[in-house]
C-alpha cells in the first residue's frame, strides 16, 4: 500500500487556506473548526510518514503519539485546537446561542496561528 502523508499534508494545507477564507468572510466558527481540521491532518501525514497509522480526532493525542521529539507548546496549542472539533458545529455544543454566536477573531486568529505551527513543524519533519 503506497504512503500517502503527502496527500494528507496536502490537504491539511488546504484545509488552512479554508480556515483563513473563512476568518476573512467573518465565519470564525468555520475557521475554528478548518483550523483543527488542518492541524490534526498534518500531525496524521507526520505520523503516516514515520511508519505509524493512528485513528481518530483529538489533535492532543495525535501530538503524543508521535515518535519523534517536539516542543512542548505544541501539545498545549494542539488541546487549544481540540476545544474548537464539536462545539464550532452544534447548536448544542453550547448552553444557549447558535455556534456563531460564541466565536470571534480573538478564536480564529489563535486557531490559525497555532494550526499554522503545527502544519510547519509537521511539513519541516517531513522534508
Not at 8 to 21: G, P, V
Request: glycine share 4%.
Amino acid at each position: 500500500m503506497p504512503n500517502r502523508a503527502h496527500d494528507w499534508l496536502a490537504q491539511a494545507r488546504r484545509d488552512l487556506e479554508q480556515a483563513e477564507a473563512s476568518q476573512r468572510d467573518k465565519r470564525h466558527e468555520w475557521a475554528c473548526f478548518a483550523a483543527h481540521q488542518s492541524a490534526e491532518k498534518a500531525l496524521k501525514a507526520l505520523h503516516l510518514h514515520t511508519g505509524q497509522e493512528v485513528w481518530g480526532h483529538v489533535v492532543a493525542r495525535l501530538v503524543q503519539e508521535l515518535t519523534i521529539p517536539y516542543d512542548a507548546s505544541l501539545l498545549d496549542k494542539a488541546k487549544v485546537l481540540d476545544a474548537f472539533y464539536v462545539p464550532t458545529r452544534y447548536p448544542n455544543g453550547h448552553p444557549a446561542g447558535a455556534p456563531f454566536e460564541h466565536y470571534g477573531s480573538l478564536q480564529s486568529e489563535e486557531a490559525l496561528r497555532y494550526a499554522g505551527e503545527i502544519l510547519e513543524f509537521a511539513s519541516s519533519q517531513m522534508a
